[in-house]
T-cell receptor
Framework: EDQVTQSPEALRLQEGESSSLNCSYT??????LFWYRQDPGKGPEFLFT???AGEEKEKERLKATLTKKESFLHITAPKPEDSATYLC???????????FGTGTLLAVQP | DGGITQSPKYLFRKEGQNVTLSCEQN?????MYWYRQDPGQGLRLIYY???????QKGDIAEGYSVSREKKESFPLTVTSAQKNPTAFYLC??????????????FGPGTRLTVL
């Protein structure tokens, strides 16, 4: 069965304390892995697409990496404005639908 | 500015009432999607449409209906048959006829509450 699991469910960091969020997936024939940021009461904001193992993408303090089984979202020296829920989704398998994880709620304290 | 708009932002429904959520995009995207988001769960697909006048059921289509008469618009009706409609509803779109390898872009969402 195709599925996506994100960990941890919640993460609290001090400002400047780097860490990583995990997205583990099982899907036959990955066609894309997507990271989104979602602020409370708002729609998800697209961050990155990764297509193949070994690929990396960066944007400001965020860096996404991909292996054959999981993706990491590395946050370097986070700031309070990085606080949000980060969602991971994969496209692939037998259906033309994205499968979403339940997200990681990140809180960065000043 | 190109983007996706959803209205209203908040919607209240009485028992037995049908309500319609609006979704409009000016990105010239082919495919549009409706998701439902509940606390502690991943986004769940309700309906999607890859071209005008065609749409498919997602994983939780029961109690919902859609239409796609224009490329720019994909309204969702929550019918009285949907027994637990209180949720955050998100509309998304993507180009290239909805290839699952392309990122989807989301609107701001509509929060529906049943009174």
């Amino acid at each position: 069965e195709d599925q996506v699991t994100q960990s941890p469910e919640a993460l609290r960091l001090q400002e400047g304390e780097s860490s990583s969020l995990n997205c583990s997936y099982t899907v036959s024939g990955l066609r894309g892995l997507f990271w989104y940021r979602q602020d409370p009461g708002k729609g998800p904001e697209f961050l990155f697409t990764l297509y193949s193992a070994g690929e990396e993408k960066e944007k400001e303090r965020l860096k996404a990496t991909l292996t054959k089984k999981e993706s990491f979202l590395h946050i370097t020296a986070p700031k309070p404005e990085d606080s949000a829920t980060y969602l991971c989704a994969v496209g692939g398998g037998a259906t033309n639908k994205l499968i979403f994880g339940t997200g990681t709620l990140l809180a960065v304290q000043p | 500015d190109g983007g996706i708009t959803q209205s209203p932002k908040y919607l209240f429904r009485k028992e037995g009432q049908n309500v319609t959520l609006s979704c409009e995009q000016n990105l010239n995207h082919d495919a549009m999607y409706w998701y439902r988001q509940d606390p502690g769960q991943g986004l769940r697909l309700i309906y999607y449409s890859q071209i005008v006048n065609d749409f498919q059921k997602g994983d939780i289509a029961e109690g919902y209906s859609v239409s796609r008469e224009k490329k720019e618009s994909f309204p969702l009706t929550v019918t009285s048959a949907q027994k637990n409609p209180t949720a955050f509803y998100l509309c998304a779109s993507t180009g290239t006829s909805g290839s699952i390898g392309n990122e989807q872009f989301f609107g701001p969402g509509t929060r529906l509450t049943v009174l």
